[in-house]
């Protein structure tokens, strides 16, 4: 829009001109459109931090075929498929974080697990010099 304003090709009034931005009658679903969007850029970088392929259409011919076949899938009007998006990225986002929630209490367990056999292993080593030593006085004061 900035691009055929500043060639002069078209004019642009603010019909809205004393309206606060949240006031306005797209608000809302411009604020649910950046949310879905900050959404798909953390599934995104997840994807890359864990070398997940991502598959972009080809062109857009390939991204409106896909577009069809998912608004028809979903059984979704043009206008309900933003609602269905939305709540599949939601879907979608919550079920990344509690895989990646899941991960790390993995990666801490398996830490701990480590520790213990480091443990085992330099208890393993010490016990046959420990074989004539006295017995302690634990249990007496």
């Given at each position: 829009?900035?691009?055929?304003?500043?060639?002069?090709?078209?004019?642009f009034i603010d019909l809205n001109k004393g309206e606060q931005p949240?006031?306005?009658?797209?608000?809302?679903?411009?604020?649910?459109?950046?949310?879905?969007?900050?959404?798909?850029?953390?599934?995104?970088?997840?994807?890359k931090e864990y070398r997940i392929?991502?598959?972009?259409?080809?062109?857009?011919?390939?991204?409106?075929?896909?577009?069809?076949?998912?608004?028809?899938?979903?059984?979704?009007?043009?206008?309900?498929?933003?609602?269905?998006?939305?709540?599949?990225?939601?879907?979608?986002?919550?079920?990344?974080?509690?895989?990646?929630?899941?991960?790390?209490?993995?990666?801490?367990?398996?830490?701990?697990?480590?520790?213990?056999?480091?443990?085992?292993?330099?208890?393993?080593?010490?016990?046959?010099?420990?074989?004539?030593?006295?017995?302690?006085?634990?249990?007496?004061?």
């Amino acid at each position: 829009m900035n691009t055929i304003g500043e060639l002069n090709t078209a004019h642009f009034i603010d019909l809205n001109k004393g309206e606060q931005p949240f006031n306005l009658p797209y608000a809302n679903q411009i604020k649910a459109s950046e949310e879905t969007e900050r959404r798909l850029v953390y599934l995104i970088n997840e994807c890359k931090e864990y070398r997940i392929k991502i598959q972009r259409p080809d062109n857009i011919e390939a991204f409106n075929k896909s577009y069809s076949l998912f608004q028809n899938k979903m059984n979704r009007t043009s206008s309900l498929v933003f609602e269905e998006i939305e709540r599949l990225v939601k879907n979608y986002e919550q079920f990344v974080l509690d895989q990646t929630t899941n991960l790390k209490k993995l990666q801490a367990d398996a830490a701990i697990q480590k520790d213990f056999y480091e443990v085992l292993k330099y208890c393993k080593k010490m016990i046959p010099s420990m074989r004539n030593a006295p017995p302690s006085n634990s249990g007496e004061s």
